[in-house]
């Protein structure tokens, strides 16, 4: 019922900024919860941030104060801003929408974090 697209991973110098996008298609995008998630390599996908349908956000510790997550419904996109990179937030990140008994991936975008 909804597919997402990832886009605006890249390479980022340390103390850097990126802005990821996650496209989605199908209908009632506004009642999905939506999320970032981020799996570097050799680990598990763990929570980076969350927007509810009613525009509550959650952030994991590790990134709190540095990213932003945003939506705006009437595009069908949500965001992630990262800012003050640091090279432990290299990883894929993933585009995560949950609603309607469905919980949806995107297929991620690589961002990569030098030092």
């Known amino acids: 019922q909804v597919q997402l697209v990832e886009s605006g991973g890249g390479p980022v110098q340390t103390g850097g900024s990126l802005r990821l996008s996650c496209a989605a298609s199908?209908?009632?995008?506004?009642?999905?919860?939506m999320s970032w998630y981020r799996q570097a390599a050799g680990k598990q996908r763990d929570l980076v941030a969350r927007?509810?349908?009613?525009?509550?956000?959650n952030y994991a510790d590790s990134v709190k104060d540095r990213f932003t997550i945003s939506r705006d419904n009437a595009k069908k996109m949500v965001y992630l801003q990262m800012n003050s990179l640091k090279p432990e937030d290299t990883a894929v990140y993933y585009c995560?929408?949950?609603?309607?008994?469905?919980?949806?991936w995107g297929q991620g975008t690589q961002v990569t974090v030098s030092s």
């Open positions: 995560n929408a949950v609603g309607f008994s469905q919980n949806v």
């Open positions: 199908g209908r009632q995008f506004s009642l999905y919860a």
């Open positions: 927007i509810t349908s009613g525009g509550n956000t």
